[in-house]
């Protein structure tokens, strides 16, 4: 590691202050180019540890930055992993404040429970397949805390990956009663389609980022726990939203799930 703990806890705590009175700020990495990703990953460690320490509770986690299109969107080359805590959650059709968020984004995405515990390394599609209970029809709302939504990998990864809001619905299905690589993603804002994509787009299978993130916490030496629920990462591209804009996720087989926006 590069950076001392106490640069750490300034930086996580200059981080989640951000999110929290929803201002931006330059990518941290001007500041400290040589960051590494250990730096990066115990920035997000400590803000996940001054969230439970105010009473928040884990709820799941998530991969970022999985498809092809994103990537190319973001200017990066590699996943990314964070964590959801319930602050983060959103009920099916519900509104979200804008006015807490700086620039908030969404994606379609196609969220995993398991029923059994995932860890690396090792873990492949067949284990995370055999391993999950359902899947279904998730969106997530990305909100970088970077001023115009320029960051490069580790100042994202230090941020928890953008995480800010996110909603499951539509209806839960095995893993084996659909092709996750085939299957249709349409995401619509205002009632026209606005991106559209296949289950493939990640990472050539959704179940692919979950046994990534598998092997990422096995080499830190934590497991993806029974009972979890993962977001896999966005299809397609993300989509800005405003105040008044309504967005729904339909996914072939697996229903529709929805957003509001004010």
Not at 16 to 29: A, F, G, N, S
Not at 132 to 157: A, C, N, Q, W
Not at 206 to 226: S, T, V
Not at 237 to 262: K, P
Request: proline share 5%; charged share 20%.
């Amino acid at each position: 590691m590069a950076l001392s703990p106490q640069t750490i806890a300034e930086l996580a705590e200059h981080l989640e202050t951000c999110q929290l009175e929803v201002r931006d700020t330059p990518k941290i990495t001007n500041d400290h180019p040589d960051m590494d990703w250990d730096d990066a990953y115990a920035i997000q460690d400590v803000i996940l540890q001054r969230k439970l320490a105010r009473g928040a509770r884990v709820v799941g986690l998530k991969a970022g930055l999985t498809s092809h299109a994103k990537m190319k969107q973001m200017g990066v080359t590699d996943p990314v992993f964070g964590f959801l805590v319930d602050e983060y959650v959103v009920s099916e059709g519900a509104t979200v404040n804008t006015a807490e968020l700086i620039h908030p984004k969404v994606e379609p995405e196609i969220a995993f429970v398991l029923k059994h515990a995932l860890k690396g390394p090792g873990c492949h599609i067949g284990a995370v397949l055999a391993a999950t209970d359902f899947v279904m029809p998730g969106i997530e709302v990305i909100d970088s805390r970077y001023r115009d939504f320029k960051f490069d990998l580790k100042s994202v990864v230090a941020d928890n990956t953008s995480a800010a809001r996110f909603v499951v619905g539509g209806q839960a299905i095995r893993p084996d009663q659909v092709d996750l690589r085939t299957v249709g993603v349409v995401l619509e804002k205002n009632g026209q389609p606005v991106a559209l994509g296949a289950g493939a787009a990640v990472l050539g299978h959704p179940a692919a980022a979950i046994a990534m993130l598998a092997n990422h916490l096995g080499r830190r030496g934590q497991e993806i726990p029974a009972g979890s629920l993962i977001l896999s990462g966005g299809v397609t591209e993300a989509v800005v939203v405003n105040a008044g804009d309504n967005v729904t996720l339909r996914v072939q087989g697996m229903g529709s799930v929805s957003l509001c926006f004010a």
